[in-house]
């Protein structure tokens, strides 16, 4: 409790600090990355954190959803929206989703396009097989292989060759997919 004869605009300027500061004091810890591990489905790549949820995942919830990536891996490391499609492959099947409705496609373009043509794909070779194993699709830009001189025959084995990335993707939309924004 404050003196009475304390200023007004000082016991105003306290009581709106003290405001702010209580929701950080009732707030949860927030995961950090030794929080996160293996998934259910795919276990060496797209690691997940158990969350919380306050509304569940509808019973028979089915999801087709498209990712892109222009954005080559750096070198010795994996390529992100590659791990990213194994973690939400992850993710939804450790919430009760079954593995069958879940329709994955990753449209790559760019200097992505490294990521998935054999001589270059280094790493990520595995995870492409990976995901191919679970029924994601890989479709590689025609354009984008096209400039850095990649065939068809150079890319990793079930690594699809579209005309373009923007045919890809509006195929996959024509098809109902939804677009990652991540």
């Excluded at 004869?5 to 000082?10: E, F, G, M």
């Excluded at 329709?103 to 097989?129: K, M, Y």
């Excluded at 590689?140 to 001189?149: E, R």
Aim: glycine share 8%.
């Amino acid at each position: 409790m404050l003196p009475a004869n304390y200023p007004r605009h000082a016991r105003r300027t306290l009581l709106a600090v003290a405001s702010l500061a209580l929701p950080l004091a009732a707030a949860p810890a927030l995961a950090g990355p030794e929080d996160f591990g293996p998934g259910p489905l795919i276990t060496e790549y797209g690691q997940i954190a158990d969350v919380d949820l306050t509304t569940a995942l509808p019973e028979g919830a089915t999801f087709k959803v498209a990712f892109d990536t222009a954005t080559g891996s750096e070198e010795g490391s994996l390529n992100r929206t590659l791990t990213s499609a194994a973690r939400f492959l992850n993710m939804h099947v450790a919430n009760g989703v079954e593995a069958e409705n879940l329709h994955l496609a990753i449209v790559i373009h760019g200097g992505a396009v490294d990521d998935v043509a054999s001589a270059t794909a280094a790493g990520n070779a595995d995870l492409v097989a990976t995901l191919l194993e679970h029924g994601v699709r890989v479709i590689v830009c025609g354009q984008s292989a096209a400039y850095y001189d990649v065939s068809r025959e150079d890319l990793l084995p079930g690594v699809e060759m579209a005309l373009s990335a923007m045919t890809a993707h509006a195929l996959l939309q024509q098809d109902e997919y939804t677009l990652n924004p991540f």
